[in-house]
């Protein structure tokens, strides 16, 4: 037989949320909810640079880097392209590189970057664009 109190952790299980609840039959529910994980930040290493190679390296990496622009390392993808930058550290609204992938303007005659991609590599941005 499910329990009230069961049912009730099964449910917040799900909704992610962490109780506490009080044990007896005869004793009113309580619950506490239990703050979430802190936000870990994206890292460059496994995130973000799997995305780059996925859709950049064809056109941007040291052998091929059209544009001047090389996003296969961290160094290249802060030193920008032979126009200026493409990375803003903490303002990915204000960053070519998610402008360009957010329009599907890059990759250039390639599969358009996944919406949840671009999201990791705005995050990644907009925490400080570190070399994690």
């Known amino acids: 037989m499910l ?7 099964a449910l917040a299980v799900t ?3 962490g109780l506490a609840v009080q ?14 994980d802190a936000h870990l930040e994206v890292s460059f290493a496994t995130e973000v640079m799997p995305i780059l ?3 950049c390296w064809e056109c941007h990496s040291e ?7 090389k996003l296969d390392t961290y160094e290249g993808v802060m030193a920008g392209s032979d126009y ?3 990375v803003e550290a903490g ?6 590189l998610v402008d360009m992938m957010v329009s599907g303007d ?22 400080g664009a570190l070399n994690n």
Do not use: C, N, Y
């Not at 329990?3 to 952790?9: K, M, Q, T, V, Y």
């Open 106 to 127: 890059m990759p250039d005659g390639g599969d358009p970057v996944p919406a949840e991609e671009i999201d990791v590599i705005k995050a990644w941005v907009a925490e």
């Open 53 to 55: 190679e996925r859709h």
């Open 91 to 96: 303002d990915a609204d204000g960053s070519l």
């Open 3 to 9: 329990l009230r109190s069961d049912l009730i952790a």
């Open 63 to 69: 052998d091929s880097a059209e544009l001047g622009l």
């Open 84 to 86: 200026g930058t493409v």
């Open 23 to 36: 044990s007896g039959a005869d004793a009113p529910l309580r619950a506490t909810t239990i703050a979430p």
């Open 15 to 17: 909704a992610g949320i």
